[in-house]
Structures are given as structure tokens and as C-alpha cells.
């Protein structure tokens, strides 16, 4: 349904035919110099890792439509299958920025994850510390800075289970 924005927002699995598609966003630079890697990645190394991915149980990724049109990835991991923590990253393609994208399809892919992994309580976004334009983001999404946790260069937000039912 289209909603007041105008957006028309679903989220679909990756499949291994997204893997050109996947490839060309990774290395663009607006992706690439966001990215914890802060580089970009060969094709075999891309192939290896998209492969590794859509088997991997402890990774969730989602492709972001707008009017089924493809626009961006959101992407859940846990360090391991029992965890009740995942990590999420996120982005949107330039042509789609600034239009509500972001922060409709962060909340779809929250709930989904929250139903898809039952045990799951903590969602945690790892940002760069010069990123300020993601901490503005996930703070409108409702995560919560943490300023007791550091990961090098990155600042830390929280989203819990419990603040999302209530
Ligand atoms: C973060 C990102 C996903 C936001 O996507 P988006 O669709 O442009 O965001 P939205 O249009 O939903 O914006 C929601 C809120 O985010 C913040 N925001 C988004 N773009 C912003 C900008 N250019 N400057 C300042 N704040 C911004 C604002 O608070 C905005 O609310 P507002 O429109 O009421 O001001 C997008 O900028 C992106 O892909 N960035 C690169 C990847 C990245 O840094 N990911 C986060 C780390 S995992």
C-alpha cells in the first residue's frame, strides 16, 4: 500500500541473482566509504561471500523495494545461532536518499526480525563516528546511543524487543 510519503515499501530476501546488483551498490562510493571495511571488493570475493551468506543461518538480508523497484539493503547477524543480540546495517541508494525510505523499511525489517528470530531482544547499529547523518537516523528510528560501549572508530546504538512491543 502507498502510504502518505508517496513510498510503497517491501522487504524480500536476497537471492544469489541479486549478486550483480549487491556488487555494483557495495562498490560504489557512497556505499564503499560508509562500510566497516571502508574499501572496496572484488568479484570473487563478492560471489564467495553473497553465496556464504544466503546459507549462513545467523545472517538475515534483505532487499529494500520501493514500487518493486530495488533500493537498498538491510542486512541482521548474530554472532552465533543462539545469540539474542544482531547487529543491523543498513543503506539506500543515492537516487533514493532523504525521502522516508530509511527509516520505513529500518522499521519493517525491525519487526520482521523480531517474528523470524523468536528469541532476539537487542538490536545493536554499529556507526562511524564521523557518520552523523546514520546517528541522527537511528535515533529518529528510536535506537538508543549507548555511551558506556566503544568499538573502535564506531559509536553504538541500542533498539530492544521490549520498547518495540510496548
Ligand atoms: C542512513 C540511511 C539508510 C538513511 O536513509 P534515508 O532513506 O535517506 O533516510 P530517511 O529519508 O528515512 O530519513 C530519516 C531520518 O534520518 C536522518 N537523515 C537522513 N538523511 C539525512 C541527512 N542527509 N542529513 C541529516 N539527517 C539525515 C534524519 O533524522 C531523517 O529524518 P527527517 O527527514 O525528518 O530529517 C542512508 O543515509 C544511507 O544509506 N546511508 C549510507 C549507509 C549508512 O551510513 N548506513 C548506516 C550505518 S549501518
Redo the contacts with the bound molecule.
Keep these: 500500500m502507498t502510504d502518505k510519503t508517496g513510498n510503497n515499501i517491501k522487504l524480500r530476501e536476497l537471492q544469489k541473482e541479486d549478486a550483480q546488483m549487491i556488487f555494483e551498490w557495495r562498490n560504489s562510493d557512497?556505499?564503499s566509504k560508509?562500510g566497516s571495511l571502508q574499501k572496496k571488493v572484488s568479484w570473487k570475493e563478492h560471489q564467495n561471500w553473497i553465496l556464504s551468506a544466503i546459507k549462513d543461518t545467523k545472517k538475515v538480508i534483505y532487499i529494500i523495494q520501493n514500487h518493486g523497484t530495488d533500493v537498498?539493503q538491510i542486512r541482521f547477524e548474530k554472532d552465533n545461532d543462539d545469540s539474542t543480540q544482531a547487529s543491523?546495517?543498513?543503506?539506500?541508494?543515492e537516487p533514493?536518499?532523504?525521502?522516508?525510505?530509511?527509516?520505513?523499511s529500518?522499521n519493517i525489517a525491525c519487526k520482521m526480525i523480531f517474528q523470524y528470530w523468536n528469541d532476539l531482544q537487542q538490536i545493536d547499529?554499529?556507526?562511524?563516528e564521523e557518520?552523523?547523518?546514520?546517528q541522527?537516523?537511528?535515533?529518529?528510528?528510536g535506537f538508543l546511543y549507548s555511551n558506556n560501549q566503544h568499538i573502535k572508530q564506531h559509536k553504538i546504538y541500542h533498539f530492544y524487543k521490549s520498547d518495540f512491543l510496548k
Excluded: D, M, P, W
Design positions: 557512497f556505499i560508509v537498498g543491523i546495517s543498513i543503506y539506500v541508494i533514493y536518499l532523504k525521502k522516508g525510505i530509511g527509516l520505513e529500518l547499529a554499529l556507526v562511524r557518520n552523523l547523518k546514520s541522527s537516523f537511528f535515533t529518529k528510528a
